[in-house]
Every structure is written in C-alpha cells, then in structure tokens.
T-cell receptor, first 113, second 114 residues
C-alpha cells in the first residue's frame, strides 16, 4: 500500500519570501508524483508532476519540486511567493498500474503582506 | 477545450434521500474518477471508470455507486444519505494514455446532508 505524508498542515509566509512545502511518500514500487493546488471553492489544478528522468521538476506559477528517491520525498518550493499563491496544496502519488491517486492531507499556504 | 464539468455545483439533501451527481469529462478523455473531499478525511478515492467499466474502487460502502456512459460522461449515486456524506465530490478525467495518472479535475459538487 502507498501513503503520502504532508508534514505541515499550515505554512504562513510573507509575500516575496521563499517557501518549501514538504511531502514524503511510501511505496514499494516505482511511483509517479504530483502536486496539485486548490483555490477556495474550486477543484484541483495540477502544478507539476514527476514521471521519470530529471529529479528537478518545474511547474506552473514558478513552482518546482525535487524528487529524492533515497529520502522518499517530493518537496515543493518557490523562491518568492505572491499573495495569489494562498491556497491548499496537495501532494499525490500513483504507483504501478493502478489508476487512482493517493493524496496527502494537504498544506494550507497562507501568504501575507 | 472545455474542462471537466460537474453538475450540480451545490445541493442540499436530507438524511435518507438519494442523490445523483453528473460529470462530463474533457473531450477525448475516456477515464473518469470520483473523489470525496471532507475536512476530516481529506481526499478519498471512490471509483474510476474507463470505457463504461469500473476499473478501480475505493473503500466506500455499497451506497456509493457510479456508472459511465458511451460518451464517457459519468454519474455517481449515493443512496440512503447520511450526515457524514456531506462533502465536496470531485470528478477527474484522464486520457489514460501511457497511464501516467495525470488527472484533470472539475470544480466539484458540494453536497450538504441535513
């Protein structure tokens, strides 16, 4: 069975500061990893994904994530956040041929002036 | 290209009633998945349909069911509603090409059970 742990339920940060949202996963097989963002009263939007290849993945809105197989982590980073980045962020994993995603519990990023 | 469309966006039901939610996937997508989102349990996988066949199912009671039509549109049904069924129900579609797992989500149907 696979699982995803998002270590921080909330992350407050000032505008223009850097941020890192942490994600660890467990799976006995090779995985695909994803970060999704959810704005209030909306569905989930894909930020970025790791399928294979380079371990540093760049996504939309200036976000990037690094896949670390030895530490089973896939942390999300942004060098300078904006007020509009305030949202809930979900890390997700898919392994094997199963079609479902297993999500973490989410991290609420709160950006303030 | 139109995104994933879910209807209705909001609905209120009472305990014991049943509800049907609809999802129209992105054109050309043949896989449709359903997830339940609640503050306590987070995002939980309900089931996935591909070419009118249920391909995967989560750990939900039999009151939760779904189906997919030949045009890939999908419906999910919850019978004998309980208070705990109050949630945001999200539909997601995928091309299933290479089975990479990238999902495109709709805005959800928010169900309130009174």
């Amino acid at each position: 069975a696979q699982s995803v742990t998002q270590l921080d339920s909330q992350v407050p940060v000032f505008e223009e500061a850097p941020v890192e949202l942490r994600c660890n996963y467990s799976s006995s097989v090779s995985v695909y990893l994803f970060w999704y963002v959810q704005y209030p009263n909306q569905g989930l939007q894909l930020l970025l994904k790791y399928l294979s290849g380079s371990t540093l993945v760049k996504g939309i809105n200036g976000f990037e994530a690094e896949f670390n197989k030895s530490q089973t982590s896939f942390h999300l980073r942004k060098p300078s956040v904006h007020i509009s980045d305030t949202a809930e962020y979900f890390c997700a994993v898919k392994s094997g041929t199963a079609s479902k995603l297993t999500f973490g519990t989410g991290t609420r990023l709160q950006v303030t002036l | 290209k139109a995104g994933v469309t879910q209807t209705p966006r909001y609905l209120i039901k009472t305990r014991g009633q049943q509800v049907t939610l609809s999802c129209s996937p992105i054109s050309g997508h043949r896989s449709v998945s359903w997830y339940q989102q609640t503050p306590g349990q987070g995002l939980q996988f309900l089931f996935e349909y591909f070419s009118e066949t249920q391909r995967n199912k989560g750990n939900f009671p039999g009151r939760f069911s779904g189906r997919q039509f030949s045009n890939s549109r999908s419906e999910m049904n919850v019978s004998t509603l309980e208070l705990g069924d109050s949630a945001l129900y999200l539909c997601a579609s995928a091309t299933d090409r290479a089975n990479t797992g990238e999902l495109f989500f709709g805005e959800g149907s928010r169900l309130t059970v009174l």
